[in-house]
């Protein structure tokens, strides 16, 4: 199975454990969209998109609306999702470089 991930948005809130959301295409005939890359104090893990209910005590609950369901499925989805991340981070600062080198460099103009 070929599973090709894109990062749609990145979440620029520091406080947010929320980095990014994702899109997943398998054997590019199925997509699933809306699932987030997360940090918390154990590392960075990919969340599968998920609904909000409430139980019969109602207390809020979640349950996702998609979900791999092999451990190798669970694998090559959260690989490919944190990989594109990586990607989507480096280009990000590469481009932030070359902004940062046009403002600095200088202009023919000034000799």
């Not at 989805?77 to 470089?97: F, G, H, M, R, T």
């Amino acid at each position: 199975m070929k599973v090709k991930a894109a990062i749609n948005k990145i979440v620029n809130n520091p406080d947010s454990a929320v980095k990014a959301y994702a899109s997943v295409s398998f054997d590019g005939a199925f997509a699933v969209h809306g699932i987030k890359v997360c940090e918390s104090e154990k590392g960075r893990f990919v969340s599968m998109p998920s609904v909000q209910y409430k139980d019969s005590n109602g207390k809020t609950k979640y349950r996702d609306t998609f979900h791999p369901i092999s451990k190798g499925a669970r694998e090559a989805l959260n690989k490919s999702v944190l990989n594109a991340y990586d990607i989507k981070l480096q280009q990000i600062q590469a481009s932030e470089i070359e902004i940062c080198l046009l403002y600095t460099s200088p202009s023919p103009r000034d000799s």
